[in-house]
T-cell receptor, first 113, second 118 residues
Framework: AQTVTQSQPEMSVQEAETVTLSCTYD???????LFWYKQPPSRQMILVIR????KQQNATENRFSVNFQKAAKSFSLKISDSQLGDTAMYFC??????????WGAGTKLIIKP | GAVVSQHPSWVICKSGTSVKIECRSL??????MFWYRQFPKQSLMLMAT?????????EQGVEKDKFLINHASLTLSTLTVTSAHPEDSSFYIC??????????????FGEGSRLTVL
């Protein structure tokens, strides 16, 4: 069975600090996609970053980067120079062929001023 | 980026009535749309996969007669909660998969619809 595990229910850091959110997954598939989504208080799910499993290079989007370790089935998200607007729930998700996302439980991230 | 619009964003209804939630892809065509339910402080639970022109595929434990899904066009899917009861109160979210021309594997999400059944 495919599963996604986020072991940190909540994290809190000071503004401008760097924070890393962890995510591990389990699958027997070889080709798949991994995502980090952000859900702010407005509740709309926003894509933060995506990674194709066949790419060895870690994805980067401005202040957001991932550490993708395929053998370890680990997909952590690093947020650099954190901002107040980064406060949100962050979900790690996985899909392979049918685009049905398998979700982690989420990590509540609080950026303190 | 691609836009998915959900309507209504907030609805309150009486127990026993039916409520329809619309999910529209505004600037792309979507062969497949997904409907999720999210309880407070929890992750998204996939309810069903909506395919244009065919019957929806429901996840185990989701009552298809209770949650009617119609995907009549490539830009619109609807979820109707029939004979709603207080336990149906929740946040419902749709997502759409572009038919073509977009990054593979990417889904776009609606703003969500908060249903409160009195």
């Amino acid at each position: 069975a495919q599963t996604v595990t986020q072991s940190q229910p909540e994290m809190s850091v000071q503004e401008a600090e760097t924070v890393t959110l962890s995510c591990t997954y389990d699958t027997s598939e070889n080709n798949y996609y991994l995502f980090w989504y952000k859900q702010p208080p407005s509740r709309q799910m926003i894509l933060v970053i995506r990674q194709e499993a066949y790419k060895q290079q870690n994805a980067t989007e401005n202040r957001f980067s991932v550490n993708f370790q395929k053998a370890a089935k680990s997909f952590s998200l690093k947020i650099s120079d954190s901002q107040l607007g980064d406060t949100a729930m962050y979900f790690c998700a996985f899909t392979y062929s049918n685009y049905q996302l398998i979700w982690g439980a989420g990590t509540k991230l609080i950026i303190k001023p | 980026g691609a836009v998915v619009s959900q309507h209504p964003s907030w609805v309150i209804c009486k127990s026993g009535t039916s409520v329809k939630i619309e999910c529209r892809s505004l600037d792309f065509q979507a062969t497949t749309m997904f409907w999720y339910r999210q309880f407070p402080k929890q992750s998204l639970m996939l309810m069903a996969t909506s395919n244009e022109g065919s019957k929806a595929t429901y996840e185990q434990g989701v009552e298809k007669d209770k949650f009617l899904i119609n995907h009549a066009s490539l830009t619109l899917s609807t979820l109707t909660v029939t004979s709603a009861h207080p336990e149906d109160s929740s946040f419902y979210i749709c997502s759409a998969r572009p038919t073509s021309g977009r990054a593979s594997g990417e889904l776009f999400f609606g703003e969500g619809s908060r249903l409160t059944v009195l």
